[in-house]
């Protein structure tokens, strides 16, 4: 097979999966798996469903269509646009909304596919991305999406930590308590779904903490095997699960300070160095376009990562106890950003380990 290549272990995926919904369980959170970050692949999706997730999620129909012949509910986890509201009911059995707008436009949908689509409010607490931020508005969109045929309401929801960095807290889930009341109070809905979250609300779980919430939509935890608000490791989980193997094209020692005059680098970026002299410095056939520098680790933790463009990663070998020539091939543990621009690009291998 050719290079680079992301190696996805579905052994250790699917342990990670057991242990996070194990966990969620002790405070009875059922798990929706998110499969975005692997494009929604169906052989590792199906991972998540051997290790017990209840529902899967992605934000992209084309990942969703994918998903299509898995036998398990489907969440559509972007605000749909009203385009795609056909497929929205063909291809997700619940999607997440905020505008009465597109829950007509998918009302129509369901009503010519004749089928009844649940849906999920989303409520801004704070984060700033989708979400009612006017209770007003709110409870008005409620009214009035009961009126309509082939749609159900089932659940609210929030997300954080993603627009505006906001750690998820007891505060937000007691919020989330009072939409719930004020729903059963006003329009007497029991909601079946209280939805509180991505991977930054798991840390609620371990402290008892998640009050209302028997719900949370989880894909970096369970790819990564990490809780991200406090960076905390979840127990009994791996943090290979994928890997990429690059190869190295070129092999010299060169000075670690370029020669010249600094102007900007391939990204329009005035790149700054440090001179560390010279060093054994190995060019691999893999860059930007298809990973992320910042999230990608080697697992031989003597070399280091200078940097790199478009197509191309410099490494610093020169500490390392392997002697590494044209041809040889270096492996990286990825985190979340690695993965996705590694799944995403059409110039990796994808090998999928079962
Ligand atoms: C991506 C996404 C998730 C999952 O986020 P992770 O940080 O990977 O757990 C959950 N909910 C929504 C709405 C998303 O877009």
Known sequence: M????????????QKNVESVVKHCETEGIFVTGVTKVFCGYPEIAQAYIDGGVKYLGDSRMENLKKMKDLDIEKYMLRLPMISEAKDIVEYADISLNSELATIKAINNAAIEAGKTHKIIFMMDLGDLREGFFSEEEFLN??????????????????????????????EHVEKLGYFKDLLKEKFDLDLEIISGGNSATIHLVEKKSTGVINNLRLGETLTIGQEPSYEKRMPNSYDDVFTVEVEIIEVKE???????????????????????????????????????????????DKIQIFGGSSDHIILDGTDSETDYKVGDKVKFKLEYVAVLRAMTSEYVTKEIIK
């Open 254 to 300: 060169k000075p670690s300070y370029p020669i010249g005059k600094i102007g900007k680098d391939a990204f329009g970026n005035i790149p700054t160095f440090e001179d560390k002299g010279v060093r054994k410095r190995m060019i691999c056939a893999m860059g930007k376009q298809d990973i992320d520098f910042g999230t990608m680790f080697p697992l031989d």
């Open 141 to 170: 969109t409620v009214e009035e999406t009961l009126k309509l045929s082939n749609i159900k309401i089932v659940g609210i929801g929030t997300n954080m930590a993603c627009y505006g960095g906001i750690v998820p807290e007891i």
């Open 2 to 13: 050719s290079y680079p290549k992301i190696i996805v272990d579905l052994k250790k995926l």
